[in-house]
């Protein structure tokens, strides 16, 4: 399958995997990448220096293209943007803000740049500044969210804007990717499929979770200090949000979930840890490699597009 994604990127499915905090890391991304889609090294909250790291892993474990997402959010970012470019990385994905100011630097670079919005008006912003491409990203998706479901934002977004969108939010099979190329777009983005994947490095504890999972099984935290977060929920998710409803701080909130989606991911820990997951989760109830789930989308997909 052919769209401006694939012609842009130099891959083989229009497949992208989503940009995660310590699950993107270079084994995940690198198996991504050599199935035919855009496997994503998520810089996450970490330093330039060991995303750099996973950045030359992943370049020994693949000679096909991937990308790194950087998280705007991070106090590493200014940083990681420049190691993306020293690195020689050809396409980057950001989240959780406007890249603006790393916008020149990354196109003189050569760098496609793919800003994840939750908005039309973050959409326009970036098609004017340069972006190749967007992700609209629907508040189905794991971690940090916007307002619109994906339903809603992608045709809004395609509507808005002449480069090619990519959606995510709620993506996990070849139903879900025929949707998405209905609604307009010419790829998607999926997370929560890829961290059940054998290749990933998920604790056991973490991926079961995701397996187990039922449709109402997800839970937004942090919608009081404007950074709400879709996780399973768990005993950390029930306390999380009980203190939000008494009105604590941002400050002792945020002491709560310190470290806890290392601890969930590297540990194991699904009772306080943060198991960040879309509501597609309920969805999923197997492992299996990154090429057997690309292969299995793009067949139902195919499929249902040439009905
Ligand atoms: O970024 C994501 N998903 C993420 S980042 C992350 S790490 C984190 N952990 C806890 C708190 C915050 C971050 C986990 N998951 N997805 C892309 C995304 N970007 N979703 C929503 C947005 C977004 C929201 C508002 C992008 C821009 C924005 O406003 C920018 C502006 O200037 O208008």
Known sequence: MKTRITELLGIEYPII???????????????????????????ANAPGEVVREEIRKAKELTDKPFG????????????????????????????????????????EAGIRVI?????????????RCGAAAV?????ESGGHIGELTT??????????????????????DGRGFAAAMMLGAEAVQIGTRFVVADESIVSDAYKDKIIKAKDIDSQVTGRSHGHP?????????????????????????????????????ME???????LMAGQIAGMINKRESCQAIIDDIMTTANKLLSK
């Open 17 to 43: 995997q989503g940009g995660m905090a310590w699950v993107a890391e270079h084994n995940l991304a690198a198996a991504v990448s050599n199935a035919g889609g855009l496997g994503l090294i998520g810089g």
């Open 115 to 127: 800003p994840v919005v939750a908005s039309v008006a973050l959409a326009k912003r970036m098609e």
């Open 135 to 139: 992700v609209a990203e629907g508040c």
């Open 229 to 265: 977060v879709r996780q399973i929920r768990n005993q950390m998710t029930r306390e999380y949000i009980k203190k939000e409803q008494e009105g604590a701080s941002f400050e002792e909130l945020e002491y709560l979930t310190l470290g806890a989606l290392r601890r969930a991911v």
């Open 68 to 107: 790194v997402n950087v998280m705007l959010l991070s106090p590493h970012a200014e940083d990681v943007a420049k190691v993306v470019v020293e690195e020689g990385v050809k396409v980057i994905t950001t989240g959780a803000g406007s890249p603006e100011k790393y916008m020149d630097m990354w196109k």
């Open 151 to 172: 339903m809603t934002l992608v045709p809004q977004v395609v509507d808005a804007v002449d480069i090619p969108v990519i959606a995510a939010g709620g993506i996990g």
């Open 268 to 274: 194991g820990d699904v009772v306080n840890g943060t």
